[in-house]
C-alpha cells in the first residue's frame, strides 16, 4: 500500500485505512517504520525535503531492507537554469486523491517493453497526472499554455489516455505518450531526444484505428476536440472533451453526419466482489447502460466463473474479503478463497470499503467523470427458483467457457453462421440458468418455433448498448435509424402473425429477465408503432424516391457525387426543403459561371488544337483535395489577341489558390466569378450538411424518452433470434425437447403416491459434441434418482457420460433442445460437475489441494435438489487414504439427498462397508473379441474392475517392455487379486509375461452409422417424356397464352409512338418465350386471342420497373401454384407421394425474411425473382441454406421467393423439370433455360448448385 512520508505526518494506505487520508502520527520515526512494515504496505512515496533529509534516508534503507518499493512525487530535479527552485506556476504540487494514480501510471510504465517506450519512460516524473518535466523543452506548465490545458482535462479523467486535437493531429504526452508508443504502434513525435518530454500522436484519419488498439490492451481514451473554424491570431482554439472511447464502448463523436458504422463489441463492465454471511456478492455496472447487478450469495466458483467468462474494465475488492481465518493480506492463502485470490492476483485489483453498492457506484461516477447524483438502474432478477450459477469446474469441461481440449457446448447450439449476439446470449443463459418458470417460457416458444409455417423476419439485431450511447450521445446516424425501425417493424410483423405472435408472448418474460425491464405485450407495440412512425417522418427510407445528386453537362459528376452525398439520401427532403432548394440554386449558378468563363476556352483550345496532339491543352477538372471546380491548361494564350473567340475569358483567368491563399499550381485556373459560385454552394452544401445533422441529432432526443422500450427490443430480438437459429440446428442434430418437472419439495410424500418425483429419465443419451444424424454415437439409457458409484476401465466413456449428463441436463433446465430420443429432467437448483484436477504453483497448491477445494464446496452446497457429478474422486494421492476419503464423501452426499455419478478407478471403494442406504452400482460396459477386452461404451448395471491400464499404455506408444515389466511387477504384487477379479468378470485371465498377450491392442475404429431409408427416385419414362409435347399443345389453348400475351401491350408506352394499337395480336411484336407460343398456335386459338387483344384499351404511360416486377411475381406465383398443385395430384394419384393432400400450400420469403424452422432438412421446389424481372426455379433440401446463397449475390439482398414442400428430394426434382418446362409456356422467362435442354434432368442425382 503507498505510504507518502513528510516532515511532520505519514500520507497513505494501510489495511486499516478505508482510502488514501491523512493520518498524524508519532514523530518517533522508529515507531512510524514500524507500523508501516507490519500494516502490509506496499509502496514508499518519497517527499524530499532538505529539513527531512537525514531521516528521510534511514527511512529508505529501513523500507528497502523489508521489501518495500520508493517511489519519488513531489520532486523538481534542478538544472541551471532554475538553479535548483521550483520553477514558476508549477503545477506539480499533487492532491491528496492523486497519488493513487500516479502509483497505478507508474505500474503501467512499468510494463513497457519496447526500447523506445523505456527510453520515454525515463523522462518521466511522477510529480503531476501528465508526468511531465518542467525542466525539459515543451514541459511548460504555465498558465495558457497547452499543458497547462491538459492537466485540467487530466484531473477529471485521471486514469484514461488523453489524446488532443492540434491541428491535423491528434497528440498526446507523458505517460499518454508512452502508452501510444508501446501500444498504438505509434512513433515518438521528435524522435526519443532526451532533451523534450514525450509526445506521440497520430494523424485525425487514423484515430479509430488507434482507439481500437488501446481499446484493445484495456485502456480508456479521453478525446479532447478542438473548436473548429476561423480564430483571431495568435489566440489559442478552444477545446472541449468531445466523448471517450473504452474497452467494450467506442468512441461516437461525430457519427450522426458520418455515412459509417461503428462495431460496438461486448460491453465490459466494472466489477466489485465483497462477502458476507450469505457468501460472496458479484457487483457488475455497465456505466454504457446506466444499470448494476448485485448478485449474492455466490459460492466461490461461482464467482470465479463469472470473472473467467467476461472480462472487467476495472476489479474492486471489498476489504471484507480480507477478514479470513489466515489473517494475511493474502486473504485466501489458506482455506476459503484461495481459488479467487488466484484469479484476482492475475488482475489489477483495488480495494474499498463501507457499502458494496453504493461505494463502488460513487467510484465509477468518479472515475467515468460523471455527476454525483447520476442515476443507475437496478436490474439485479431475484434468486427465488433459480438455479445457482455454473461453477468455473462445471463451465470449463462442457464447453460454455472455452477450454482447451473441451468440446465447445456452445458451437453444436447455433447454426455456424449464427454468432455474436446470439451466442453471447446463450453464454449467459448457461452460466445463470432461469427459473423454472422462465425456462418453461423459453421450451413453450421453441416448440411453436418448430411448427411455423409462415416467412419469420431476418432479425435486424443491434446491441443494446450500442443503441443506447448512440442515442444517448445524440449521434445515431441515419443507419441505426433504419435498423431501429426495423427491429421495430419486426415485432409488428410477429404480433400481426397468429403462429408468431404467441411465440412473442412467451418470450416477454425470458426479456424481462435478461433487461430487467418489464413491458407487457399491448404497451410493447404500441410503443412499436411510435418508434415506426417517428423514424418514418424523418428518415429516407430505401424504396422511396430518389435524392438524386445534381448533375451538370460541363462540371464533372465526382464534384457533386463527393460534395452531396454526405448528407442526400439521409432524411425526408420534406424536412429541409429550404437547405435542399438553396443547395440546388448554388449548384445551377455555379454550372452557369462555368459555363461563361470555362466552355469558350475549352472550345477555343479543341479549335486550335493540332493533330498530333501537340500545342495548346485545357480542360474543366476537379480538384479533390481542394473541393473546388477549376480550369487546367497550358499553352492557350495566343500570341496575338486577334478577337477570337474566348480571349475575354482568358484574359479574365486567375491562379488558382488554395485555403492558405498559396498558388495550387502552375496549370490551374479561376476566375473571380467562378470562385464566388465555389464559396456559395460550398456554403450551401455546408449548411445542408448541418441542418442534416440537427434534424438526426432531433429525432434521437425524441427517441431519449423510448430508450428503455428500445432496449427491450434490441434484446427480445436477439432472444428470438437465437432459439430459431437454435431449433432449426437441433431439429438438423435430430435433438428433442425433454420434459420439464418441478423436483418434489417433501419426499415423504412418496410414500403416499408410489411415484418417484426426483428422478432423471433419460432414453438414448448421446455425447453432445457427436451428431446423431451421422450415427457415430453409442446412445445410453439412464434412469436415477439417487447416487451412481461407477466403474469402468480406461477410455471406456466415464469421462464422456459424465459431460453429456450435465450439459443436457442444464440445456433442459434452461428450456433448450438436448441430444436425446427422451428425456424427463428435475429442475435442479444447481449442477456441479468435478472433473481432472490441475495444480496452483501460485497459491502453492497440489492437485489434490485444489480437488479437495473444490469438493469442499460442493460438499457444502449440495441439496437433495442438486445434480452432482464427480470424475475418479480422490486420484490424486495415496490410494488407501484417498479411498476413504472417497467413501465419507459418497456417504456424505447420500446422506443430503443429490442425485448424481461418482465414477472411480480406487476398486477398493466396492469392499468398503459404506453407510448409504441409495448407492447404485453403474459399470461401463466391455467385450470380449478374439480374446481381448474391448469397451462397449454402454452404461450397465453392475461393476467394472478391468481397468484396461496395461493395453491404454500399449496404445498410446509406450514401449512393449515397459509395459510388460509392468505387468510382471503388478503379478508379484497383487497375484490373489488378479485372478479373483478374472473369476468375478467371468472374463478370460490374462497370462501376465506372455508376450503374445501384451502387444499392441488397435481400437476399432468402424461405427455403426445409422441406416437412413429414402424415397426410390422415380425416374420419368419415355413414354411420359413424349407426352411432353401434348402438354405443349394443350398449354397453347390455355387462357393463360393469351391473357400472357395480351399483357406485353400494356407495358409498352404509345406502340410506335402513335396513340394506336395493332389491329391483331400478330402485328404486336411480343418478347420472349411469347412469340414461340403464340406463332405455334392453331388458327381457332389465334382467333380467341385476337378478340381478346383488341377489347384492350390504348395504353398511354409506361409502367414503372418496381410495378411492373410485383405484377409479374404475382403471374408467377399463380403459374407456379397451379402447376405444382396438378402436378403433385398427379403424382398423389398415382401413389407416389408418402401422405395424400387435396390442397397444395405455398408460401412466400420478402425482403427481409427467412424461412421457419420447419423446413430444416424438408425437400421443397423454389421460384425466385431476380431484381431485373426474371426468374429462377430450384429445388433444394436446405432452403434456409440456398437462400442465403442466392442473397449473398451482389444487388440479390431482398429478392422475393416463393415455395412448396415436396415429399422427398426425386419428386422435388421431377416437379422441377416440369415447372422449367411450362413456366415459358406460360410467359414467366426463366434464366435457366439451359436446363430444360436435358430431357432427363431432375430424374438423376446432380449437383444441387444454382447456376448464377
Given at each position: 500500500?503507498?505510504?507518502?512520508?513528510?516532515k511532520?505526518?505519514?500520507?497513505?494506505?494501510?489495511?486499516?485505512?478505508?482510502?488514501?487520508?491523512?493520518?498524524?502520527?508519532?514523530?518517533?520515526?522508529?515507531?512510524?517504520?514500524q507500523?508501516?512494515?507490519?500494516?502490509?504496505?506496499?509502496?514508499l512515496?518519497?517527499?524530499?525535503?532538505?529539513?527531512?533529509?537525514?531521516?528521510?534516508?534511514?527511512?529508505?534503507?529501513?523500507?528497502?531492507?523489508?521489501?518495500?518499493k520508493?517511489l519519488?512525487?513531489?520532486?523538481?530535479?534542478?538544472?541551471?537554469?532554475?538553479?535548483?527552485?521550483?520553477?514558476?506556476?508549477?503545477?506539480?504540487?499533487?492532491?491528496?486523491?492523486?497519488?493513487?494514480?500516479?502509483?497505478?501510471?507508474r505500474?503501467?510504465?512499468?510494463?513497457?517493453?519496447?526500447?523506445?517506450?523505456?527510453?520515454?519512460?525515463?523522462?518521466?516524473?511522477?510529480?503531476?497526472l501528465?508526468?511531465?518535466?518542467?525542466?525539459?523543452?515543451n514541459?511548460s506548465?504555465?498558465?495558457?499554455?497547452?499543458?497547462?490545458?491538459?492537466?485540467?482535462?487530466?484531473?477529471?479523467?485521471?486514469?484514461?489516455?488523453?489524446?488532443?486535437?492540434?491541428?491535423?493531429?491528434?497528440?498526446?504526452?507523458?505517460?499518454d505518450a508512452?502508452?501510444?508508443?508501446e501500444?498504438a504502434?505509434?512513433?515518438?513525435?521528435?524522435?526519443?531526444?532526451?532533451?523534450?518530454?514525450?509526445?506521440?500522436?497520430?494523424?485525425?484519419?487514423?484515430?479509430?484505428?488507434?482507439?481500437?488498439?488501446?481499446?484493445?490492451?484495456?485502456?480508456?481514451v479521453?478525446?479532447?476536440?478542438?473548436?473548429?473554424?476561423?480564430?483571431?491570431?495568435?489566440?489559442?482554439?478552444?477545446?472541449?472533451?468531445?466523448?471517450?472511447?473504452?474497452?467494450?464502448?467506442?468512441?461516437?463523436?461525430?457519427?450522426?453526419?458520418?455515412?459509417?458504422?461503428?462495431?460496438?463489441?461486448?460491453?465490459?463492465?466494472?466489477?466489485?466482489?465483497?462477502?458476507?454471511?450469505?457468501?460472496?456478492?458479484?457487483?457488475?455496472?455497465?456505466?454504457?447502460m446506466?444499470?448494476?447487478?448485485?448478485?449474492?450469495?455466490?459460492?466461490?466458483?461461482?464467482?470465479v466463473?463469472?470473472?473467467?467468462?467476461?472480462?472487467?474494465?476495472?476489479?474492486?475488492?471489498?476489504?471484507?474479503?480480507?477478514?479470513?481465518?489466515?489473517?494475511?493480506?493474502?486473504?485466501?492463502a489458506?482455506?476459503?478463497?484461495?481459488?479467487?485470490?488466484?484469479?484476482?492476483?492475475?488482475?489489477?485489483?483495488?480495494?474499498?470499503?463501507?457499502?458494496?453498492?453504493s461505494q463502488?457506484?460513487?467510484?465509477?461516477?468518479?472515475?467515468?467523470?460523471?455527476?454525483?447524483?447520476?442515476?443507475?438502474?437496478?436490474?439485479t432478477?431475484p434468486?427465488?427458483?433459480?438455479?445457482?450459477?455454473?461453477?468455473?469446474?462445471?463451465?470449463?469441461?462442457?464447453?460454455?467457457?472455452?477450454?482447451?481440449g473441451?468440446?465447445?457446448?456452445?458451437?453444436?447450439?447455433?447454426?455456424?453462421?449464427?454468432a455474436g449476439?446470439?451466442?453471447?446470449?446463450?453464454?449467459?443463459?448457461?452460466?445463470?440458468?432461469?427459473?423454472?418458470?422462465i425456462?418453461?417460457?423459453?421450451?413453450?416458444?421453441?416448440?411453436?418455433?418448430?411448427?411455423?409455417t409462415?416467412?419469420?423476419?431476418?432479425?435486424?439485431?443491434?446491441?443494446?448498448?450500442?443503441?443506447?450511447?448512440?442515442?444517448?450521445?445524440?449521434?445515431?446516424?441515419?443507419?441505426?435509424?433504419?435498423?431501429?425501425?426495423?427491429?421495430a417493424?419486426?415485432?409488428?410483423?410477429?404480433?400481426?402473425k397468429?403462429?408468431?405472435?404467441v411465440?412473442?408472448?412467451?418470450?416477454?418474460?425470458?426479456t424481462?429477465?435478461e433487461?430487467?425491464?418489464?413491458?407487457?405485450?399491448?404497451?410493447?407495440?404500441?410503443?412499436c408503432?411510435?418508434?415506426?412512425?417517428?423514424?418514418?417522418?424523418?428518415?429516407?427510407?430505401?424504396?422511396?424516391s430518389?435524392?438524386?445528386?445534381y448533375?451538370?453537362?460541363?462540371?464533372?459528376?465526382?464534384?457533386?457525387?463527393?460534395?452531396?452525398?454526405s448528407?442526400?439520401?439521409?432524411?425526408?427532403r420534406?424536412?429541409?426543403?429550404?437547405?435542399?432548394?438553396?443547395?440546388?440554386?448554388?449548384?445551377?449558378?455555379?454550372?452557369?459561371?462555368?459555363?461563361?468563363?470555362?466552355?469558350p476556352?475549352?472550345?477555343?483550345?479543341?479549335?486550335?488544337?493540332s493533330p498530333?496532339?501537340?500545342?495548346?491543352?485545357?480542360?474543366?477538372?476537379?480538384?479533390?483535395?481542394?473541393?473546388s471546380?477549376?480550369?487546367?491548361?497550358?499553352?492557350?494564350?495566343?500570341?496575338?489577341?486577334?478577337?477570337?473567340?474566348?480571349?475575354?475569358?482568358?484574359?479574365?483567368?486567375i491562379?488558382?489558390?488554395?485555403?492558405?491563399?498559396?498558388?495550387?499550381?502552375?496549370?490551374?485556373y479561376?476566375?473571380?466569378?467562378?470562385?464566388?459560385?465555389l464559396?456559395?454552394?460550398?456554403?450551401?452544401?455546408?449548411?445542408?450538411?448541418?441542418?442534416?445533422?440537427?434534424?438526426?441529432?432531433?429525432?434521437?432526443?425524441?427517441l431519449?424518452?423510448?430508450?428503455?422500450?428500445?432496449?427491450?427490443?434490441?434484446?427480445?430480438?436477439?432472444?428470438?433470434?437465437?432459439?430459431?437459429?437454435?431449433?432449426?440446428?437441433?431439429?438438423r442434430?435430430?435433438?428433442i425437447?425433454?420434459?420439464?418437472?418441478?423436483?418434489n419439495?417433501?419426499?415423504?410424500?412418496?410414500?403416499?403416491?408410489?411415484e418417484?418425483i426426483?428422478?432423471?429419465?433419460v432414453?438414448?443419451?448421446?455425447?453432445?459434441?457427436?451428431?446423431?444424424?451421422?450415427?457415430?454415437?453409442?446412445?445410453?439409457?439412464?434412469?436415477?434418482?439417487?447416487?451412481?458409484?461407477?466403474?469402468?476401465?480406461?477410455?471406456?466413456?466415464?469421462s464422456?457420460?459424465?459431460?453429456?449428463?450435465?450439459?443436457?441436463?442444464?440445456?433442459?433446465?434452461?428450456?433448450?433442445?438436448?441430444?436425446?430420443e427422451?428425456?424427463?429432467?428435475?429442475?435442479?437448483?444447481?449442477?456441479?460437475?468435478?472433473m481432472?484436477?490441475?495444480?496452483?504453483?501460485?497459491?502453492g497448491?497440489?492437485?489434490?489441494?485444489?480437488?479437495?477445494?473444490?469438493?469442499?464446496s460442493?460438499?457444502?452446497e449440495?441439496?437433495?435438489?442438486?445434480?452432482v457429478?464427480?470424475?475418479?474422486i480422490c486420484?490424486?494421492?495415496?490410494v488407501?487414504?484417498?479411498?476413504?476419503?472417497?467413501?465419507?464423501?459418497?456417504?456424505?452426499?447420500?446422506?443430503i439427498?443429490?442425485?448424481?455419478?461418482?465414477?472411480?478407478?480406487l476398486?477398493?471403494?466396492?469392499?468398503?462397508?459404506?453407510?448409504?442406504?441409495?448407492?447404485?452400482y453403474k459399470?461401463?460396459?466391455?467385450?470380449?473379441?478374439?480374446?481381448?477386452?474391448?469397451?462397449?461404451?454402454?452404461?450397465?448395471?453392475?461393476?467394472?474392475?478391468?481397468?484396461?491400464?496395461?493395453?491404454?499404455?500399449?496404445?498410446?506408444?509406450?514401449?512393449?517392455n515397459?509395459?510388460?515389466?509392468?505387468?510382471?511387477?503388478y503379478?508379484?504384487?497383487?497375484?490373489?487379486?488378479?485372478?479373483?477379479?478374472?473369476?468375478?468378470?467371468?472374463g478370460?485371465?490374462?497370462?501376465i509375461?506372455?508376450?503374445?498377450?501384451i502387444?499392441?491392442?488397435?481400437?476399432?475404429?468402424?461405427?455403426?452409422?445409422?441406416?437412413?431409408?429414402?424415397?426410390?427416385?422415380?425416374?420419368?419414362?419415355?413414354?411420359?417424356?413424349?407426352?411432353?409435347?401434348?402438354?405443349?399443345?394443350?398449354?397453347?389453348?390455355?387462357?393463360?397464352?393469351?391473357?400472357?400475351a395480351?399483357?406485353?401491350?400494356?407495358?409498352?408506352?404509345?406502340?410506335?409512338?402513335?396513340?394506336q394499337?395493332?389491329e391483331?395480336?400478330?402485328?404486336?411484336?411480343?418478347?420472349?418465350?411469347e412469340?414461340?407460343?403464340?406463332?405455334?398456335?392453331?388458327?381457332?386459338?389465334?382467333?380467341?386471342?385476337?378478340?381478346?387483344?383488341?377489347q384492350?384499351?390504348?395504353?398511354?404511360?409506361r409502367?414503372?420497373r418496381?410495378?411492373?416486377?410485383v405484377?409479374?411475381?404475382?403471374?408467377?406465383?399463380n403459374?407456379?401454384?397451379?402447376?405444382?398443385?396438378?402436378?403433385?395430384?398427379?403424382?398423389?394419384?398415382?401413389?407416389?407421394?408418402?401422405?395424400?393432400s387435396?390442397?397444395?400450400?405455398?408460401?412466400?420469403?420478402?425482403a427481409?425474411?427467412?424461412?421457419?424452422?420447419?423446413?430444416?432438412?424438408?425437400?421443397?421446389?423454389?421460384?425466385?425473382?431476380?431484381p431485373?424481372?426474371?426468374?429462377?426455379?430450384?429445388?433444394?433440401?436446405?432452403?434456409?441454406?440456398?437462400?442465403?446463397?442466392?442473397?449473398?449475390?451482389?444487388?440479390w439482398?431482398?429478392?422475393?421467393f416463393?415455395y412448396?414442400k415436396?415429399?422427398?428430394?426425386?419428386?422435388?426434382?421431377?416437379?422441377?423439370?416440369?415447372l422449367?418446362?411450362?413456366?415459358?409456356?406460360?410467359?414467366?422467362?426463366?434464366?435457366?433455360?439451359?436446363?430444360?435442354?436435358?430431357?432427363?434432368?431432375?430424374?438423376?442425382?446432380?449437383?444441387?448448385?444454382?447456376?448464377?
Amino acid at each position: 500500500m503507498p505510504v507518502l512520508m513528510t516532515k511532520s505526518f505519514f500520507w497513505g494506505y494501510s489495511p486499516k485505512w478505508s482510502s488514501l487520508s491523512r493520518s498524524r502520527m508519532p514523530i518517533n520515526l522508529s515507531n512510524a517504520r514500524q507500523s508501516l512494515v507490519t500494516s502490509g504496505a506496499k509502496f514508499l512515496i518519497q517527499f524530499q525535503s532538505s529539513w527531512f533529509h537525514h531521516h528521510q534516508q534511514q527511512t529508505l534503507h529501513y523500507f528497502h531492507r523489508h521489501g518495500l518499493k520508493a517511489l519519488r512525487v513531489g520532486v523538481q530535479k534542478s538544472s541551471k537554469a532554475t538553479g535548483g527552485k521550483r520553477t514558476k506556476n508549477s503545477k506539480s504540487i499533487l492532491r491528496a486523491g492523486e497519488y493513487a494514480h500516479l502509483i497505478w501510471w507508474r505500474e503501467k510504465m512499468q510494463l513497457c517493453k519496447k526500447p523506445s517506450t523505456k527510453q520515454l519512460v525515463q523522462r518521466l516524473v511522477y510529480s503531476n497526472l501528465l508526468g511531465l518535466d518542467e525542466n525539459l523543452k515543451n514541459g511548460s506548465m504555465k498558465d495558457g499554455s497547452l499543458n497547462s490545458e491538459l492537466i485540467q482535462f487530466k484531473l477529471k479523467f485521471p486514469r484514461e489516455v488523453l489524446l488532443c486535437r492540434v491541428g491535423e493531429f491528434y497528440e498526446a504526452v507523458g505517460f499518454d505518450a508512452c502508452i501510444l508508443v508501446e501500444y498504438a504502434g505509434l512513433n515518438p513525435m521528435g524522435g526519443i531526444r532526451s532533451n523534450t518530454v514525450p509526445r506521440a500522436g497520430c494523424p485525425v484519419m487514423n484515430l479509430r484505428q488507434t482507439l481500437d488498439e488501446l481499446a484493445r490492451n484495456g485502456f480508456s481514451v479521453c478525446v479532447v476536440e478542438e473548436v473548429q473554424g476561423p480564430s483571431q491570431a495568435r489566440t489559442r482554439k478552444e477545446r472541449f472533451i468531445s466523448g471517450h472511447s473504452r474497452p467494450g464502448s467506442p468512441y461516437v463523436y461525430g457519427l450522426a453526419g458520418a455515412d459509417i458504422d461503428v462495431e460496438f463489441p461486448e460491453p465490459v463492465p466494472v466489477v466489485g466482489i465483497s462477502h458476507s454471511a450469505r457468501g460472496y456478492c458479484f457487483i457488475s455496472v455497465l456505466e454504457t447502460m446506466h444499470t448494476f447487478s448485485a448478485e449474492d450469495g455466490l459460492t466461490e466458483e461461482a464467482v470465479v466463473a463469472k470473472l473467467r467468462a467476461q472480462p472487467c474494465d476495472l476489479l474492486f475488492l471489498h476489504s471484507s474479503l480480507r477478514k479470513k481465518s489466515s489473517g494475511t493480506s493474502r486473504w485466501g492463502a489458506f482455506g476459503e478463497g484461495g481459488l479467487l485470490w488466484g484469479e484476482c492476483s492475475l488482475k489489477h485489483y483495488e480495494w474499498f470499503d463501507g457499502d458494496p453498492i453504493s461505494q463502488l457506484l460513487s467510484k465509477v461516477r468518479e472515475l467515468y467523470g460523471l455527476d454525483s447524483e447520476e442515476s443507475f438502474r437496478n436490474v439485479t432478477i431475484p434468486y427465488e427458483d433459480r438455479p445457482r450459477p455454473l461453477y468455473l469446474g462445471t463451465a470449463t469441461h462442457i464447453g460454455v467457457i472455452a477450454s482447451e481440449g473441451v468440446p465447445s457446448l456452445l458451437k453444436v447450439l447455433l447454426p455456424p453462421d449464427c454468432a455474436g449476439l446470439c451466442t453471447m446470449y446463450l453464454k449467459k443463459l448457461l452460466l445463470n440458468p432461469p427459473p423454472h418458470h422462465i425456462a418453461l417460457s423459453i421450451q413453450a416458444a421453441c416448440k411453436l418455433m418448430c411448427n411455423v409455417t409462415c416467412a419469420i423476419p431476418a432479425f435486424v439485431c443491434v446491441p443494446a448498448p450500442k443503441i443506447v450511447k448512440l442515442i444517448g450521445a445524440k449521434e445515431a446516424n441515419h443507419i441505426e435509424f433504419c435498423r431501429i425501425r426495423n427491429m421495430a417493424m419486426e415485432i409488428l410483423y410477429m404480433h400481426e402473425k397468429p403462429e408468431l405472435r404467441v411465440i412473442t408472448n412467451k418470450l416477454i418474460d425470458p426479456t424481462w429477465m435478461e433487461t430487467g425491464l418489464k413491458i407487457d405485450i399491448e404497451t410493447l407495440v404500441t410503443e412499436c408503432r411510435e418508434i415506426v412512425d417517428a423514424i418514418g417522418k424523418v428518415i429516407f427510407l430505401e424504396g422511396e424516391s430518389e435524392q438524386e445528386i445534381y448533375s451538370s453537362p460541363i462540371i464533372p459528376d465526382d464534384f457533386f457525387i463527393e460534395m452531396e452525398s454526405s448528407w442526400k439520401g439521409r432524411i425526408k427532403r420534406v424536412n429541409a426543403e429550404d437547405v435542399f432548394v438553396e443547395v440546388e440554386r448554388a449548384a445551377e449558378a455555379l454550372s452557369l459561371a462555368v459555363e461563361e468563363d470555362f466552355l469558350p476556352i475549352v472550345l477555343r483550345v479543341k479549335a486550335v488544337v493540332s493533330p498530333l496532339g501537340s500545342g495548346a491543352k485545357g480542360e474543366i477538372c476537379y480538384s479533390k483535395d481542394h473541393e473546388s471546380i477549376w480550369f487546367k491548361g497550358k499553352c492557350f494564350a495566343p500570341a496575338v489577341w486577334a478577337n477570337t473567340p474566348g480571349e475575354e475569358q482568358i484574359q479574365n483567368l486567375i491562379p488558382a489558390k488554395d485555403a492558405k491563399g498559396k498558388k495550387v499550381g502552375t496549370e490551374w485556373y479561376t476566375t473571380p466569378k467562378v470562385e464566388e459560385a465555389l464559396d456559395s454552394y460550398r456554403e450551401a452544401v455546408v449548411q445542408a450538411n448541418l441542418k442534416v445533422t440537427e434534424i438526426l441529432r432531433s429525432l434521437a432526443e425524441e427517441l431519449q424518452r423510448k430508450t428503455n422500450t428500445i432496449v427491450f427490443l434490441s434484446v427480445l430480438s436477439v432472444i428470438t433470434k437465437t432459439l430459431f437459429a437454435h431449433v432449426s440446428e437441433g431439429r438438423r442434430r435430430d435433438w428433442i425437447f425433454p420434459m420439464l418437472k418441478e423436483i418434489n419439495q417433501n419426499p415423504n410424500s412418496l410414500e403416499t403416491s408410489g411415484e418417484v418425483i426426483n428422478q432423471l429419465e433419460v432414453v438414448g443419451l448421446v455425447p453432445y459434441w457427436f451428431d446423431l444424424v451421422q450415427g457415430a454415437a453409442v446412445p445410453n439409457t439412464i434412469q436415477m434418482q439417487s447416487l451412481f458409484l461407477l466403474t469402468g476401465p480406461n477410455g471406456g466413456g466415464k469421462s464422456s457420460v459424465l459431460r453429456s449428463i450435465c450439459a443436457m441436463t442444464l440445456l433442459g433446465i434452461c428450456g433448450l433442445m438436448v441430444p436425446t430420443e427422451k428425456a424427463t429432467i428435475p429442475h435442479f437448483d444447481s449442477i456441479m460437475l468435478h472433473m481432472m484436477s490441475y495444480d496452483s504453483p501460485a497459491d502453492g497448491k497440489s492437485s489434490f489441494q485444489m480437488e479437495m477445494s473444490e469438493m469442499r464446496s460442493i460438499l457444502s452446497e449440495a441439496t437433495n435438489k442438486s445434480l452432482v457429478l464427480v470424475d475418479e474422486i480422490c486420484r490424486g494421492t495415496e490410494v488407501q487414504k484417498g479411498t476413504c476419503i472417497a467413501a465419507s464423501m459418497i456417504e456424505k452426499l447420500d446422506s443430503i439427498g443429490c442425485i448424481g455419478v461418482i465414477s472411480t478407478h480406487l476398486h477398493g471403494l466396492l469392499d468398503l462397508p459404506l453407510k448409504a442406504k441409495n448407492i447404485m452400482y453403474k459399470a461401463m460396459g466391455t467385450d470380449t473379441i478374439n480374446g481381448r477386452i474391448k469397451p462397449t461404451w454402454k452404461l450397465i448395471d453392475g461393476v467394472c474392475r478391468e481397468s484396461l491400464a496395461f493395453e491404454t499404455a500399449l496404445n498410446e506408444g509406450i514401449p512393449e517392455n515397459v509395459v510388460r515389466r509392468a505387468a510382471e511387477l503388478y503379478a508379484s504384487l497383487k497375484q490373489d487379486e488378479i485372478h479373483k477379479v478374472g473369476n468375478e468378470n467371468g472374463g478370460p485371465r490374462i497370462s501376465i509375461g506372455s508376450s503374445k498377450n501384451i502387444s499392441y491392442l488397435c481400437k476399432d475404429k468402424k461405427t455403426n452409422h445409422k441406416q437412413i431409408t429414402m424415397t426410390e427416385k422415380q425416374n420419368i419414362s419415355n413414354s411420359s417424356l413424349a407426352n411432353l409435347s401434348e402438354i405443349e399443345q394443350s398449354i397453347a389453348l390455355d387462357d393463360e397464352i393469351c391473357d400472357r400475351a395480351c399483357s406485353y401491350y400494356t407495358t409498352i408506352p404509345n406502340y410506335n409512338g402513335r396513340d394506336q394499337k395493332p389491329e391483331t395480336i400478330t402485328n404486336l411484336q411480343v418478347k420472349g418465350s411469347e412469340s414461340a407460343a403464340v406463332q405455334s398456335m392453331p388458327m381457332s386459338s389465334m382467333n380467341t386471342l385476337n378478340s381478346k387483344f383488341s377489347q384492350l384499351p390504348l395504353n398511354k404511360s409506361r409502367e414503372s420497373r418496381s410495378d411492373r416486377n410485383v405484377r409479374l411475381l404475382k403471374e408467377a406465383e399463380n403459374a407456379f401454384i397451379s402447376t405444382c398443385q396438378k402436378k403433385l395430384r398427379e403424382l398423389d394419384g398415382r401413389e407416389l407421394l408418402l401422405t395424400k393432400s387435396s390442397n397444395i400450400c405455398c408460401s412466400s420469403i420478402g425482403a427481409c425474411e427467412q424461412p421457419p424452422p420447419t423446413m430444416v432438412k424438408t425437400s421443397c421446389v423454389y421460384i425466385l425473382q431476380r431484381p431485373d424481372g426474371k426468374f429462377y426455379v430450384g429445388q433444394t433440401d436446405d432452403l434456409a441454406g440456398r437462400i442465403g446463397t442466392h442473397r449473398s449475390v451482389e444487388g440479390w439482398q431482398n429478392v422475393p421467393f416463393i415455395y412448396v414442400k415436396v415429399p422427398g428430394k426425386s419428386v422435388g426434382r421431377e416437379l422441377e423439370t416440369l415447372l422449367i418446362n411450362r413456366l415459358p409456356l406460360l410467359g414467366i422467362e426463366l434464366v435457366n433455360k439451359a436446363d430444360q435442354n436435358h430431357r432427363n434432368f431432375g430424374t438423376s442425382a446432380t449437383l444441387d448448385i444454382p447456376p448464377f
